[in-house]
């Protein structure tokens, strides 16, 4: 029998390669300066899905991102690697949420998407590294977690047994399923995208997308349905709108300091040998070094 | 209740550095809130663990020693810490931002629904004024990392749950004895009530433990390398110069993604913080993460083609070159001048 397996993605602004055009006169982060991608230890845990559903029959893996319309491109970036379908969680609602309100959201999302056994997610997205949200979903969900994952060992639909990098060390766990397991960078890179799956889902587009476009192709997406990305609001899930977005966030931010260092009085030297002579005698002299 | 926590984190009855920096964290911190210090240790074999723990000016430490609680499985100490944590009622919870603190962290603070900040790079206890809500809370945990990429520094407040939860990495606090002689109080508990057969689904079949080879944290030279150094060969060259000058080699973020050095090496928020006597900065443009992690160093050198590299403003020297240039006459003006 096959395991339906959700991986949850998020689209995050690419923080490794921050230009000079990345803030703003007044200091502030430019976002739209940077740009959008896969965050990629969500690409590891897609990976690992892919992989499983290659090795059980008859499985699934299903993509959830939570974000503004544009993250649509995560879903279809899953599609075209072999995922396959994907859900936008995605309302006005929903912004301004902590790691909290997020892992509330996304739970009650997974919910509505009816039984699954396994779940899996990147361990932390590069734009706030705090790697909370898989724990906080498998909590709120009540199944166990298995966090940094590097390889999945053994699956069937009873029970998983995971390889954890961790710190100082390795770890292999065995745990029942339904679980969340989130996936370290150690683990293996993404496959590339699929040359066959990028023409069948190029034009996979959620209903609001379609609308912005103006597109008149009723009939495509009505004979190909897997063209269609569902979008989930806040009105198909059953929540409290008190945990959701900004005000149902506990931790609050006071305040944003953008960097400014204080200068030294640094002294500026050349990579000459007189200058790198001179500055190796000095440090020699004073006992920094020697 | 009300108190400050500190969760321990234990490996074969040794209490972690972290946890002994956390604790004299958290004890300035219940001084500055007139609180009293807990600590909570959770595991197997905890018998005199008392002693290790109270000179850091504990005043209550929480024991919960069975079996099934070591080695650490997510499931049984998150029970346990939850359960206690509803108890106790604690205003402030710290941890390790280490594998186990940021497992064990976000479970806990979910099923309590309280607000974890992670990865802090400074704790402080300050004023929040909530002008739309008309009001004032005295004396919050201020929960100050960076983010966004490290362009900003952040201060997070949970101004209305509690505990107010943060992690922090090994190294960023300093860890001080109180006095050899302070004198806590012991509270034993049965996990046996609280555990049940899920909490124990998760199981270990194997464990490779090892004890950390590279000491970064404890060299007096620190000779770092960022994404500048362009290469895995061009490492060798600053294991050359460490070795030389008996340092250890540390890499910035960017090194580490790039796969020219081990993850291990990584210095600053998201890896280990140092404070030698002398820093040396090769191809480190100076990100505030990395910054984070060294900017204690008494001396700081950096090596970087680029005379506007934020790292040369925190830098006592900027040599302005190629570090494939300096770094080997660096190594050939050492070499000529002692002997």
Same mark, same amino acid.
């Given at each position: 029998m096959g395991l339906k397996i959700i991986v949850l993605a998020k689209q995050v602004p690419d923080t490794r390669n921050v230009g000079k055009d990345a803030m703003k006169a007044d200091g502030t982060v430019n976002r739209a300066a940077l740009p959008a991608i896969f965050n990629p230890e969500d690409l590891n845990a897609l990976e690992q899905a892919l992989r499983i559903k290659q090795r059980v029959k008859g499985s699934t893996v299903t993509l959830l991102t939570m974000g503004p319309g544009r993250a649509s491109e995560v879903i279809r970036e899953g599609l075209f690697r072999g995922a396959d379908d994907g859900y936008l969680l995605t309302d006005r609602a929903f912004a301004g949420a902590d790691t909290l309100a997020t892992s509330y959201a996304i739970s009650?999302?997974?919910?509505? $998407? /009816?039984k699954c056994d396994l779940i899996l997610a990147g361990r932390q997205a590069i734009d706030g590294d705090t790697a909370q949200v898989g724990p906080q979903?498998?909590?709120?969900? /009540?199944m166990p977690q298995i966090t940094y994952a590097e390889e999945i060992v053994e699956v069937n639909s009873k029970k998983i047994v995971v390889k954890r990098r961790l710190e100082r060390g390795v770890e292999t766990?065995? /745990?029942?399923?339904?679980?969340?397991?989130?996936?370290?960078?150690?683990?293996?890179?993404?496959?590339?995208?699929?040359?066959? $799956?990028?023409?069948?889902?190029?034009?996979?587009?959620?209903?609001?997308?379609?609308?912005?476009?103006?597109?008149?192709?009723?009939?495509?997406?009505?004979?190909?349905?897997? $063209?269609?990305?569902?979008?989930?609001?806040?009105n198909d899930i059953d929540a409290d709108r008190e945990q959701l977005g900004l005000a149902g966030s506990p931790t609050k931010v006071k305040k944003i300091q953008n960097i400014v260092f204080q200068a030294k009085d640094s002294k500026v030297l050349d990579a000459t040998d007189e200058d790198i002579e001179g500055l190796m005698k000095e440090l020699i002299a004073n006992h920094t070094i020697g | 209740m009300n108190?400050? =926590?500190?969760?321990?984190?234990?490996?074969?009855?040794?209490?972690?550095?972290?946890?002994?920096?956390?604790?004299t964290k958290g004890r300035s911190l219940a001084n500055q809130l007139s609180r009293k210090l807990e600590a909570v240790a959770i595991g197997h074999k905890l018998n005199g663990i008392e002693k290790h723990v109270f000179p850091y000016g504990v005043d209550v430490l929480h024991i919960a020693d069975h079996p099934h609680l070591s080695p650490f499985t997510t499931l049984t100490h998150s029970k346990v810490l939850i359960e206690l944590f509803k108890q106790e009622k604690p205003e402030i919870a710290l941890m390790g931002a280490t594998s186990i603190g940021r497992d064990l962290g976000p479970r806990v603070s979910s099923a309590l629904h309280s607000g974890?900040?992670?990865?802090?790079?400074?704790?402080?206890?300050?004023?929040?004024?909530?002008?739309?809500?008309?009001?004032?809370?005295?004396?919050?945990?201020?929960?100050?990392?960076? @983010? =966004?990429?490290?362009n900003i520094v952040a201060t997070i407040i949970n101004p209305e749950c509690r505990p107010q939860m943060a992690t922090v990495r090994e190294g960023v606090m300093k860890s001080e004895i109180v006095a050899a002689d302070y004198k806590g109080e012991v509270k034993q508990y049965d996990a046996a009530k609280w555990l049940t057969p899920e909490d124990l689904a998760v199981k270990i079949i194997e464990r490779h433990m090892e004890k950390s080879k590279v000491n970064i944290k404890n060299s007096s030279i620190v000779v770092a390398g960022g994404y500048g150094v362009g290469s895995k060969a061009n490492f060798d060259l600053? =294991?050359?110069? @460490?070795?030389?000058?008996?340092?250890?080699?540390?890499?910035?973020?960017?090194?580490?993604?790039?796969? =020219?050095?081990?993850?291990?090496?990584?210095?600053?928020?998201?890896?280990?913080?140092?404070?030698?006597?002398?820093?040396?900065?090769?191809?480190?443009?100076?990100?505030?993460?990395?910054?984070?992690?060294?900017?204690?160093?008494?001396?700081?050198?950096?090596?970087?083609?680029?005379?506007?590299?934020?790292i040369n403003k925190i830098a006592d020297y900027a040599i302005v070159g190629n570090m494939e240039d300096v770094v080997p006459k660096m190594i050939k003006a050492y070499k000529a001048n002692t002997k």
């Open positions: 009650l999302a997974i919910k509505k $998407l /009816g979903v498998a909590e709120k969900l /009540g766990v065995e /745990g029942p399923l339904p679980c969340v397991v989130t996936v370290n960078s150690s683990a293996p890179v993404c496959r590339p995208r699929n040359a066959r $799956l990028l023409m069948k889902f190029k034009h996979a587009k959620t209903v609001t997308e379609r609308q912005e476009a103006n597109e008149d192709y009723l009939e495509m997406y009505h004979d190909r349905p897997y $063209l269609n990305i569902q979008e989930i609001t806040v | 108190n400050v =926590f500190v969760y321990l984190e234990i490996e074969d009855g040794v209490v972690a550095d972290v946890s002994l920096e956390l604790l974890l900040t992670a990865d802090c790079t400074a704790l402080e206890i300050g004023p929040h004024e909530d002008k739309k809500a008309k009001k004032v809370y005295e004396s919050l945990l201020y929960q100050i990392r960076p @983010a =966004f990429g490290g600053l =294991f050359e110069l @460490a070795s030389v000058l008996g340092a250890e080699v540390g890499a910035s973020r960017a090194a580490v993604d790039s796969g =020219f050095c081990d993850k291990n090496r990584q210095i600053g928020q998201t890896g280990v913080t140092v404070r030698p006597k002398l820093y040396i900065a090769c191809g480190i443009s100076g990100q505030i993460q990395h910054v984070a992690g060294m900017e204690e160093s008494a001396m700081v050198i950096s090596i970087n083609s680029d005379k506007d590299a934020p």
